[in-house]
């Protein structure tokens, strides 16, 4: 089993979840987060007075799966979430070593 953990643009997320659902991942976890990189933030407003954000809101995506889906999983990932600009975001892949399922103690790939 693998972990996919994608840092992607917030904007990007409804076509990529709609991409790994349709080859079966059966769960996923996402939330906001706060970053910077080689993307800067764009000046906004306040009540009128502008100001520079020091970070960039995004997405974080969590799946983990079967070796199988790894390498389409990541392909969706890919596909759906460029814009070809700077920031579409970073993709990281981790060995998971055992998984269980709190309600029946499921085991391994079962428990996914």
């Known amino acids: 089993m693998k972990k996919i ?59 983990v799966t079967v070796e199988e889906l790894v390498e389409p999983v990541i392909k969706c990932i890919l596909t759906e979430g460029k814009t070809g600009e700077i920031g579409d975001g970073k993709i990281f892949v981790y060995d998971v070593l055992e998984a269980y399922r709190v309600r029946n103690n499921d085991k391994g790939e079962n428990a996914l």
């Open 5 to 63: 953990e994608a840092i992607i643009r917030t904007s990007r997320f409804d076509q990529i979840h709609k991409c790994v659902a349709g080859l079966g991942v059966k769960f996923l976890t996402f939330y906001e987060v706060k970053g910077m990189g080689l993307e800067h933030a764009r000046q906004e407003m306040y009540r009128g007075v502008p100001y520079e954000p020091a970070y960039i809101p995004r997405t974080k995506i969590e799946i």
